[in-house]
């Protein structure tokens, strides 16, 4: 598949488009990183860089109009060239959270530790 660095300027349109397909909240689209890799018309995967040894996946997002087995394939290349990626920048920590099962299973396949208590997640604008 064609991996490619995520570009605000020209994919945003697409993960907003994404995002409406699966009825997920559209009105803070400026809060995602600026930083990922996408499939163009398949899927992305977003990431917070920090000043930490620590970057955040914040996004992991497909086209619900594309074949299931052609998505998640696509969700699988990106998670693995995703943590390379990350690696060669020098982070030492990958961490994200989701409640979606699907999304579990794929970070649990690509080593992943799950917390299995729930999380709250906690957001507010300055």
Same mark, same amino acid.
Request: charged share 20%.
């Given at each position: 598949m064609?991996?490619?660095?995520?570009?605000?300027?020209?994919?945003?349109?697409?993960?907003?488009?994404? %995002?409406?397909?699966?009825?997920?909240? %559209?009105?803070?689209?400026? /809060?995602?990183? =600026?930083?990922?890799?996408?499939?163009?018309?398949?899927?992305?995967?977003?990431?917070?860089?920090?000043?930490?040894?620590?970057?955040?996946?914040?996004?992991?997002i497909?086209?619900?109009?594309?074949?299931?087995?052609?998505?998640?394939?696509?969700?699988?290349? %990106?998670?693995?060239?995703?943590?390379? /990626?990350?690696?060669?920048?020098? +982070?030492?920590?990958?961490?994200s959270?989701?409640?979606?099962?699907?999304?579990?299973?794929?970070?649990?396949?690509h080593? +992943?530790?799950?917390?299995?208590? =729930?999380?709250?997640? +906690?957001?507010?604008?300055?």
């Amino acid at each position: 598949m064609n991996v490619q660095p995520y570009n605000p300027q020209d994919h945003l349109i697409h993960i907003a488009h994404w %995002l409406k397909q699966w009825k997920m909240p %559209l009105e803070n689209l400026d /809060m995602l990183p =600026p930083t990922g890799l996408i499939i163009p018309g398949i899927a992305a995967v977003l990431v917070y860089e920090t000043n930490s040894k620590t970057c955040i996946v914040e996004c992991m997002i497909c086209n619900k109009d594309r074949d299931k087995q052609v998505r998640e394939e696509a969700l699988d290349e %990106l998670v693995a060239v995703l943590l390379h /990626m990350m690696k060669e920048k020098g +982070f030492k920590y990958i961490t994200s959270n989701s409640t979606n099962p699907k999304v579990v299973a794929l970070a649990k396949k690509h080593g +992943f530790i799950i917390n299995e208590k =729930p999380c709250f997640a +906690f957001t507010r604008s300055l």
